[in-house]
């Protein structure tokens, strides 16, 4: 098999599970380690360099990062990122020194934003200290896009909102609040350089079934409602809610109604209980609040009297699978269920569009009605447009629309200095060894079975009396360094030395998981098969290295590895050594041209 | 030596035995060797051998002298019974462990300072008189814990560290073993343990004296390029006579082998060792043509491996002394203590 290509940024990147997985790729166990040691603005830092809002998405976060975290392939449960993020976020100093300072001299070229969501922030904040004029409108008053209409106050209140899209904006960039972009042309014919499209997914959608026009002012749609909610313009509804769909909008939905009058609040979905849309935490969350969830239930038609909603009419269905597992809800052949309610809270999906963008602006839109655009530059067909966020690709969460305004802060500082979008810049990569001693380490590598610690949160009772009453109540210092310590420092990376092996076995023998094998050569699927244990996970790369005495190869799982540095600690040649791998992803600046 | 305890954790796959147990059940503290000291591997190796053959470490008793190599039953089989003994002096304590409890399986771990220098006479005794032991000498040509001072296995012309020649002819354990009856000799090497998993087990499963003479390179005193017992100069110089497969009961032999006769073993426990020949005339059952190949091969500076000799039918010290069959601490105490009527009987036998 060809040896594997160290020096090639992908490869250590790749072991670092949970960076790896973070769309903005945040250098995690970094962070975890600061954290431990209490360094929390440092750890604050590195976080807002790579993912703009720490305190927002360290509450709110969907974790990408957490299924792919290897304490779940070795132990159980992912180390809590997330969670450990907000430490950061909560008991940092004030970092507002540390913060890029306003251009103190504009280069002369001007980016409309359009939305002030996580997207059109994240650009913004790239660009403007680089001296671009940062644009950004809005129809609402206030900046955060969903994160301030749609996220509830009791999972996100609104003082770290305003504290990091203050953090932003304070970077000189000009925002236009309460106003509302109704035309591509205008705004294109305002002559700026660059237009960033980052106005969401706004559009929920509606169910169309029996009995909806007749009942039509106790049925919300879920999107629309929580925005009302969070505006304060609803401050309370039935005393029966029925809530129907299984995304997380749903989970905020019946959440916020247990806060604003409901008693009897329940969830309704299509599909069955494992299958649903929501995060597990927020299934969790929803339980611990009472809110019983039904599923394999379609609705069938809203029952009304007197111009009034009575309740709603399920069909009851059962999750069949066809020869290539695909799954198809049919008929289960049971009598029909109805549930009596006050008001039903419709949360069954979200759209994209673009009412404002006419199609003849040069802008290629899919029979789908969105937007043609490239998927790594997300430039649109008008190469002075660009799409950001929910707006690219569909809706998706925070860390991916912060991603997505990287990457097109990049484009667009490359497009306004004449370069080739298409050509990307490599990470910034550092490869340094932790060995301090014979037997020290940098790093604490003493690695131990250590379940998941939990974070505390309110009293039910108080939660549910406040809707701004935030309802986890974060890791105080001793759980957040108890949890920070589950960490194994993944980007502490093995790294081997052909020339210096003897091939005396000392890192086979003292191995915990049976990483290490030295044995002949062969194609990857063969040589997966015959190591010290098969490595069947074939998401998980082989390391393996030529250039021994015997004619050997050195093949390495990276699986489960621990990471615990026992075989450079057993290696009398120092053949084996524990480097920490660092990875920034470049961003606009001098630095991507 | 490391100061890091081996976490806890294994790998998802780590596969269990007949008596349920994981190879790392078979695992004691922490080595405080040398970083790749060969010994740990044999360590490593006599773990693997255990686990493969599921055998309750309860069972078995370890017993050492004195040195790097008789420091490491501190290291493997946690669970077993261990008598770290005095230098020299494992095989003694051995045998009378052995003569005591009959029932218990003997590992006599030891080097080649310890069996061939101070204990050259109770190694002899105890191959003469086939105690029933594996007898593992971890063989690295030097006194390794006392520094690196040539032992008595070092061959006459290699170089210390510091470059001083080696004056003394070398003493061949495997070919006194063979000369003082051993029944089952075989040498292997720490850095093979393809080869040496299996010997270790077919040595268990033996019913006589079974010496193994591991080559065992010292990492910090015998690992240069003038030594004869560094990983390099083995690596150079092995000549396996042939690999060794276990079979136990009833196992179907499901084995493939490369090209090379094989021939099977049938051990008086019914173990089944399946050897293919990688030298043609090499018959592992010819104790003088073992005996004559080896001296030739030494010769010409070769270094022979494998299972060199074996008598699947030997019988042991038990079987030539007619003991009694019972452990003593099973025998109450009249039979222990017969009394003076008993002792009479046996004195008037005497006269
Ligand atoms: C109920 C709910 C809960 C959610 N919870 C989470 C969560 O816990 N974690 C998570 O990661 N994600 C969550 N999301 C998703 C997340 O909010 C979005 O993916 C994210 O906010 C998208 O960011 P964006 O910048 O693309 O756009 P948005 O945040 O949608 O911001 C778009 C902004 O553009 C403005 N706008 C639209 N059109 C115009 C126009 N023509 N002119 C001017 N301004 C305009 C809008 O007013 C809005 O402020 C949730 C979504 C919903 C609906
Ligand atoms: C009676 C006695 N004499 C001498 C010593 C000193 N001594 C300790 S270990 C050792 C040699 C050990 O050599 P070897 O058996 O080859 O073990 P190694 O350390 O090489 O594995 C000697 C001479 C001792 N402990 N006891
Ligand atoms: S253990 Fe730590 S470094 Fe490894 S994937 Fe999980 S959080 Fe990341
Ligand atoms: S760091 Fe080394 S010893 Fe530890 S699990 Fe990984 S490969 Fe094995
Ligand atoms: S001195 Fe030699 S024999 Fe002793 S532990 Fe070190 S390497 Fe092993
Ligand atoms: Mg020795």
New binding site residues.
């Given amino acids: 098999m060809t040896p594997t290509d160290i020096a090639a940024p992908d490869y250590f990147h790749k072991v670092v599970d949970c960076q790896w997985a973070c769309p903005a790729h945040t250098p995690v166990p970094e962070y975890i380690r600061l954290i431990a040691a209490g360094r929390y603005s440092d750890a604050y830092m590195i976080n807002w360099r790579s993912n703009v809002f720490p305190g927002i998405l360290g509450r709110t976060c969907d974790r990408p990062c957490e299924p792919a975290c290897r304490r779940v392939r070795v132990e159980e449960e992912a180390v809590a990122i997330c969670r450990l993020k907000r430490v950061a976020a909560d008991y940092k100093d004030d970092i507002k020194g540390r913060l890029p300072k306003p251009a103190a001299v504009k280069n002369g070229k001007r980016v409309a934003l359009v939305g002030a969501g996580p997207a059109s922030l994240t650009v913004a904040r790239d660009l403007a200290p680089l001296g671009y004029t940062c644009v950004v409108f809005d129809g609402d008053t206030r900046a955060g896009g969903m994160m301030r209409t749609q996220i509830p106050k009791f999972r996100l209140p609104d003082s770290v909102i305003d504290e990091e899209t203050g953090y932003v904006l304070d970077l000189g960039v000009e925002f236009r609040s309460g106003s509302r972009v109704d035309s591509m042309k205008a705004l294109l014919a305002e002559g700026f350089d660059a237009v960033v499209v980052g106005c969401g997914a706004p559009r929920g959608r509606d169910l169309d079934i029996p009995g909806r026009r007749e009942a039509a002012d106790n049925i919300h749609i879920g999107i629309e409602w929580l925005a009302s909610v969070s505006f304060n313009h609803v401050e309370r509804i039935g005393r029966r809610v029925i809530v129907l769909g299984g995304g997380n909008t749903a989970m905020d939905c019946c959440r916020s109604a247990r806060r604003l009058g409901g008693e009897d609040v329940k969830v309704v979905v299509r599909s069955g209980f494992e299958e649903m849309k929501a995060s597990p935490w927020e299934k969790e969350d929803a339980a611990r609040e009472g809110i019983p969830i039904h599923n394999f239930l379609v609705p069938k038609e809203f029952t009304h009297a007197g111009g009034k909603l009575t309740g709603v009419t399920f069909e009851k269905v059962k999750a069949e699978y066809d020869a290539k597992g695909r799954r198809k809800l049919v008929p289960a052949g049971e009598p029909d269920v109805h549930f009596e309610c006050d008001d039903v809270l419709v949360a069954v999906g979200q759209e994209n569009a673009f009412p404002w963008i006419e199609r003849d602006t040069g802008i290629a839109f899919d029979a789908h009605g969105m937007p043609v655009i490239d998927k790594v530059t997300l430039q649109s067909t008008n190469p002075k447009v660009f799409f950001a966020g929910d707006a690219a690709f569909g809706p998706k969460n925070i860390i991916w629309a912060v991603a997505h305004g990287h990457e097109a802060a990049v484009s667009i500082d490359k497009w306004l200095h004449n370069e080739d979008v298409a050509h990307r810049p490599q990470p910034a990569v550092t490869l340094v060894s932790q060995k301090m001693g014979i037997h020290e380490w940098s790093y604490k590598n003493e690695v131990m079975p250590d379940e998941r610690y939990a974070v505390p949160h309110r009293d039910n009772a108080a939660a549910l009396a406040d809707i701004a009453a935030e309802v986890e109540l974060g890791f105080d210092a001793k759980l957040a360094l108890a949890e920070a310590g589950r960490c194994l420092n993944c980007d502490v990376q093995t790294v081997f030395s052909a020339p210096l092996c003897i091939e005396c076995d000392a890192c086979v023998d003292v191995c915990p998981m049976d990483c290490i094998t030295f044995t002949q050569d062969g194609e990857e699927a063969d040589l997966r098969q015959r190591l010290r244990a098969p490595a069947t996970n074939l998401a998980q790369d082989l390391y393996v290295a030529d250039g021994l005495k015997t004619g050997r190869v050195m093949a390495k799982d990276e699986d489960v590895c621990l990471h615990c540095g026992l075989c450079a600690e057993r290696c009398p040649t120092g053949a084996w050594d524990m480097n920490k791998f660092y990875l920034e992803v470049a961003q606009a600046g001098p630095a991507c041209r | 030596m490391t100061y890091l305890a081996k976490p806890k954790f294994h790998h998802p796959s780590l596969p269990k035995n007949a008596i349920g147990f994981t190879r790392r059940d078979y695992e004691a503290s922490t080595s405080t060797?040398?970083a790749?000291?060969?010994?740990d591997s044999i360590s490593a190796a006599i773990i693997e051998a255990c686990f493969e053959l599921a055998i309750e470490p309860h069972r078995v008793a370890k017993i050492s002298g004195i040195g790097?190599?008789s420091k490491t039953p501190d290291y493997f089989l946690g669970a077993s019974h261990g008598f770290n003994s005095v230098h020299g002096r494992m095989p003694s304590v051995l045998t009378g462990a052995n003569l005591a409890n009959r029932d218990l399986i003997y590992l006599g771990v030891s080097g080649d300072g310890d069996s061939a220098s101070i204990g050259l006479g109770q190694f002899a005794h105890s191959m003469r008189r086939g105690v029933n032991m594996t007898y593992i000498v971890e063989n690295?040509g030097?006194y390794?814990?006392t520094k690196?001072q040539f032992s008595a296995t070092a061959d006459r012309g290699s170089k210390s560290k510091k470059g001083v020649v080696n004056t003394d002819n070398a003493i061949d354990l495997v070919a006194m073993a063979l000369q003082l009856g051993a029944s089952f000799v075989a040498r292997s090497f720490s850095g093979d343990k393809g080869q040496l998993v299996p010997i270790i087990k077919a040595a268990i499963e033996h019913g006589g004296a079974a010496l193994i003479d591991v080559i065992s390179p010292?990492?910090?005193?015998?690992n240069h390029p003038g030594s004869t017992k560094s990983l390099d100069y083995v690596r150079a110089h092995n000549e396996a006579v042939n690999r060794l497969d276990v079979l136990l009961g009833r196992e179907p032999i499901t084995v493939d082998y490369a090209p090379g006769e094989v021939v099977s073993v049938t051990q008086h426990d019914g173990s089944v060792l399946r050897l293919r020949k990688l030298n043609d005339d090499y018959d592992p059952r010819d104790r003088l043509a073992a005996m004559d190949f080896l001296q030739q091969q030494a010769a010409e500076g070769q270094i022979v491996t494998g299972l060199l000799f074996i008598d699947p039918d030997a019988e042991d010290l038990h079987a030539n002394l007619n003991t009694v069959r019972a452990p003593l601490n099973q025998l109450g105490d009249a039979a222990l203590c017969p009394g003076s009527a008993a002792l009479d009987k046996i004195n008037a036998s005497l006269r």
């Fill in positions: 060797l040398c790749g000291c060969g010994h790097c190599s690295n030097v390794g814990l690196g010292c990492i910090a005193f015998n």
